[in-house]
């Protein structure tokens, strides 16, 4: 799946504002969303917040350096 260039704007937004919390503040915005029936806007969070995984997955750890 290719995450369009808008979703990886938001995803890294998220992650500036919301660090850690990013990926559960997206998903509650897409349960939000669900629940008053935005399912267009509910798909769109559920794409950020899977950006975020993908973002949060390629972060080094402890002690690595990435050049």
Same mark, same amino acid.
């Given at each position: 799946?290719?995450?369009q260039?808008?979703?990886?704007? =938001? %995803?890294?937004?998220?992650v500036k504002?919301?660090? =850690?919390?990013?990926s =559960?503040? %997206? /998903?509650?915005? /897409?349960a939000?969303c669900? =629940?008053?029936?935005?399912?267009?806007?509910?798909?769109?969070?559920?794409? !950020?917040? $899977? %950006?975020? !995984?993908v973002? $949060?997955?390629?972060? %080094?750890?402890?002690g !690595?350096?990435?050049h």
């Amino acid at each position: 799946m290719t995450i369009q260039p808008e979703i990886w704007r =938001a %995803a890294l937004l998220m992650v500036k504002c919301y660090g =850690a919390e990013a990926s =559960a503040q %997206a /998903a509650f915005q /897409a349960a939000r969303c669900f =629940a008053r029936g935005e399912t267009t806007k509910m798909f769109g969070w559920q794409r !950020v917040a $899977d %950006a975020i !995984v993908v973002l $949060d997955s390629r972060q %080094a750890g402890d002690g !690595v350096t990435i050049h």
